[in-house]
Structures are given as C-alpha cells and as structure tokens.
T-cell receptor, first 112, second 114 residues
Framework: GQSLEQPSEVTAVEGAIVQINCTYQ??????LSWYQQHDGGAPTFLSY????GLEETGRFSSFLSRSDSYGYLLLQELQMKDSASYFC?????????????FGAGTRLFVKA | ETGVTQTPRHLVMGMTNKKSLKCEQH?????MYWYKQSAKKPLELMFV???????ENNSVPSRFSPECPNSSHLFLHLHTLQPEDSALYLC?????????????FGPGTRLTVL
C-alpha cells in the first residue's frame, strides 16, 4: 500500500527555523508537494519537488531525496501567522495517469 | 482569496435530511475534486471529474452523490448520512485531472450530522 508519515505536531518560537519531515512508502513516485492550511481556511499550495535537492521560495524551502523516500519543508524566520497545518502530498504515476495522496498533516504552533 | 468557492460554509443536518454542497471555480480549470477531511487523518479523495465526466470514484458510499453540470460547478448531494460522515468537505480544481497540476482548494463546508 501507499503511506506517508509526518509528525502530528511541531512547536517552535517566533523567529526560529523549523523543519517538517515527510517520509513515504509508495510505488510509482513522481513528485512531492507541500500545502499549508490555516484553521477554517483552504489548503494552499506551497511547493513542488520532482527532482532531488532544495527548492527555495522566500522564507520557505522544500527538500527531496528520492533515494531515501524523504522530504522536508523548512520554514525560516518563523512568524506567528505561520501557525497552521502543513500537508505533504506525493504524486504517483501509473498507467492511468497521475494521482495525489496527502499525508495527515503537521500542526505547527508558533509561540512568541 | 482563492478562485474556488464553496457554499454553505457550515451545515448541520439530521440523518434523514437531504442537502447539497456546492462548489464553483473561477479559474478556467477542467478538473474538479471532492475531498473529505477528518481530524488528524489524511485528506480522502472522494470523486474526480474531468470536463464534467466522472473519472474516479474511490469506493464512496452511495449516500454521497456527486453532480458536475459543467466544468465550473460541482455539487455533492447528501442523503441519509451517518454521524461518522461529519467532517470538512473540500472542493478543489486543477487545470487537468489526474496530472501534476497544482490543485486549488476551496475553504470547505463543515458538515455536522446529528
């Protein structure tokens, strides 16, 4: 079967750096995405990695290691508004096309 | 503000009621999705539509009935639901179904079944 693991909760201090890990066991892996969801809000796309390495977008970076079936989201200079849930999602490719499977999400609490 | 809207935002219904959830996307996408989000569980894909044609149905009970009259509108008709169906129901759209395209989500309908 397909599975994704990410921590259920992470707490960090404003201004700090936090890393949210995602490990996966899948067949047909194609890429890894990250989404952010604030309480009561819609999940919004943050990043996508199809190749190994680090992708940087402002304060957020995402990393992928296909050989280790592992990725992470790195948030720098944390702000209170970063308190939200973060979901990793794997994109799988099979004969029928592509399919996206989401993790259970990591709830990030940013403290002053 | 996303280009995907959902109504109502909150819904409380009894097990014998019939109600419908509505989703509308203003992004010119060809694919629309229904997801169920329960606390501390992964998003569960329920249905996928591509150009008004259903392309995926993930073993969803028949008490959930989707309808896609055109590529901009998606409905989820609900009848004789169970308390365990209480969850956040999210609609999403993408340019092409079952692709690597980014999915854009609506804010969801918080459903409570009494």
């Amino acid at each position: 079967g397909q599975s994704l693991e990410q921590p259920s909760e992470v707490t960090a201090v404003e201004g700090a750096i936090v890393q949210i890990n995602c490990t996966y066991q899948t067949s047909g892996f194609y890429g890894l995405s990250w989404y952010q969801q604030h309480d009561g809000g819609a999940p919004t796309f943050l990043s996508y990695n199809a190749l190994d390495g680090l992708e940087e977008t402002g304060r957020f970076s995402s990393f992928l290691s296909r050989s280790d079936s592992y990725g992470y989201l790195l948030l720098q200079e944390l702000q209170m508004k970063d308190s939200a849930s973060y979901f990793c999602a794997v994109i799988l490719r099979n004969t029928g096309g592509f399919k996206t499977i989401f993790g259970a999400g990591t709830r990030l609490f940013v403290k002053a | 503000e996303t280009g995907v809207t959902q109504t109502p935002r909150h819904l409380v219904m009894g097990m014998t009621n019939k109600k419908s959830l509505k989703c509308e996307q203003h992004l010119g996408h060809n694919a629309m999705y229904w997801y169920k989000q329960s606390a501390k569980k992964p998003l569960e894909l329920m249905f996928v539509y591509s150009l008004e044609e259903r392309v995926e149905n993930n073993s969803v009970p028949s008490r959930f009935s989707p309808e896609c009259p055109n590529s901009s509108h998606l409905f989820l008709h609900l009848h004789t639901l169970q308390p365990e169906d209480s969850a956040l129901y999210l609609c999403a759209s993408s340019l092409i179904a079952e692709s690597t395209d980014t999915q854009y989500f609506g804010p969801g309908t918080r459903l409570t079944v009494l």
